[in-house]
């Protein structure tokens, strides 16, 4: 009996201690007879990126451009946009809107300063779309908050800014890629190799269409009844540049304001900053700038230590769309543009030219630098490429607006002997900013 009586007790407190552990693990959501259910996503299965291998993104300064890149981002599995910083407030709430429908969820923040989204910890990498003005302010700010950077393009004002951004990504060991999306499609990086492997001879001029080779005051337009700040922040706008009354038409243009001297980012930069940069790579002249510019009957004429010739011209080019570059070497030449078609004085050079995609898309670019992002590798458009590119734009708009030749020194980054043209290489910040 007393057998059966301790057989008995033994069971009741193995039931009790079930019992007390069964109730312990349901308030703790551990209950053992219903496992939690992990999504497959989370586990990387179904083809999905599992959230410790997704590059954490957020945007600034996203209109028209940039919202087209920010597509372009978000077709990519791996990553995920979690913040928007914008001026504008209709702006901040269509790409909440976007990414929260894309999402499903509420988890998009939004952002009137572009250093509160840079504060965020778990944000890895920054698509900046702001106008030019800004382009470096915010690109340099976020290296050192620890961001990458996929940074649209003009990248910068002035030589100068050119010079600190390339450091200062160097310095930090951030990912930067310019938007120069061209580096990343097929016809004009077979043209490249063309060139750059001695397929047309001894390269001897590279040709790049600027867009524009004029150069002048951005102007004081009319003051207009100024907006709430949360309606649109005219002094964050502004940034940097001088202080001007409010304008509609200044701030749905998103565009730069000129310099000291009256230069805007403007002339040969808005195209230039593409094909300027195609030429700059064919020639492997990433890490330097021509050392002589002259204007020349229309055209905007360089020249590299090396005796390569760089001309700047907006006619004279064949049907191949926009954004046209030519490559002329000793015995051979091609051209190509934005249409993807290409032309040589060699067809049987371009028999092995592989796909044609027309039309400038950027997602090869953003892909190119997630991937980097993830290998800490460069980008095709890094930012000592973007800032030599940038730089030989800057010293041609110079030369253009003093309408004479100008001799650059790239060792030394200044103009030689030439204290006028050097004025331009800089520009006063408005208080408080600094870079």
Not at 90 to 111: H, L, P, T
Not at 148 to 153: A, G
Not at 319 to 348: H, I, K, L, Q, Y
């Amino acid at each position: 009996m007393d057998q059966i009586r301790k057989s008995n007790s033994r069971k009741t407190a193995t039931e009790l201690s079930r019992r007390k552990f069964l109730t312990k693990a349901t308030k703790a959501g551990a209950l053992l007879a219903f496992p939690t259910i992990i999504p497959a996503s989370a586990l990387g299965k179904n083809g999905s990126v599992p959230p410790s291998e997704r590059i954490v993104l957020g945007g600034i300064g996203i209109g028209n451009r940039g919202s087209y890149v920010l597509g372009c981002f978000l077709a990519e599995e791996d990553v995920q946009f979690v913040a928007i910083c914008d001026v504008k407030a209709v702006r901040r709430k269509s790409i909440k809107a976007r990414a929260d429908s894309k999402y499903g969820n509420k988890d998009c923040s939004m952002y009137r300063d572009f250093r509160d989204l840079l504060a965020r910890e778990d944000i890895d990498a920054v698509l900046c779309a702001t106008g030019p003005n800004s382009h470096t302010l915010v690109s340099i700010t976020a290296a050192k908050a620890g961001k990458d950077v996929y940074c649209e393009k003009p990248c910068t004002k002035n030589i100068s800014q050119s010079l600190i951004l390339a450091d200062v990504f160097r310095r930090t060991g951030r990912v930067f890629q310019c938007g120069t999306q061209r580096r990343s499609l097929p016809n004009f990086g077979y043209a490249v190799d063309l060139a750059r492997l001695g397929r047309l001879g001894k390269l001897q001029t590279v040709y790049a269409h600027p867009g524009g080779l004029g150069t002048k005051m951005s102007g004081w337009a009319k003051a207009d009844p100024e907006p709430d700040k949360e309606v649109a922040d005219w002094d964050m706008y502004l940034g940097t540049a001088a202080w001007r009354p409010f304008n509609n038409g200044l701030l749905r243009n998103g565009f730069g304001f000129e310099k000291g001297g009256g230069l805007t980012g403007g002339g040969c930069l808005e195209w230039g900053s593409h094909c300027v940069d195609l030429c700059q790579w064919a020639n492997d002249a990433d890490d330097t700038s021509p050392i002589e510019y002259e204007p020349v009957n229309g055209e905007l004429h360089a020249r590299y230590a090396n005796g390569v010739k760089l001309v700047m011209r907006n006619k004279g080019w064949m049907a191949m769309g926009s954004c046209p570059v030519r490559f002329e070497g000793e015995t051979d030449w091609v051209e190509t543009g934005d249409n993807a078609n290409m032309a040589s004085s060699s067809p049987e050079l371009l028999l092995d030219r592989g796909a044609k995609i027309g039309g400038y898309p950027a997602n090869f670019h953003v892909r190119d630098f997630l991937d980097a992002v993830k290998s800490r590798g460069q980008t095709r458009a890094n930012a000592d490429a973007a800032c030599h590119a940038h730089i030989t734009c800057h010293a041609a708009n110079i030369a253009l607006y003093l309408n004479r030749k100008v001799h650059y020194d790239p060792a030394k980054r200044e103009f030689i002997n030439d204290d006028e043209a050097n004025r331009f290489r800089s520009e006063a910040l408005r208080e408080p900013w600094r870079i």
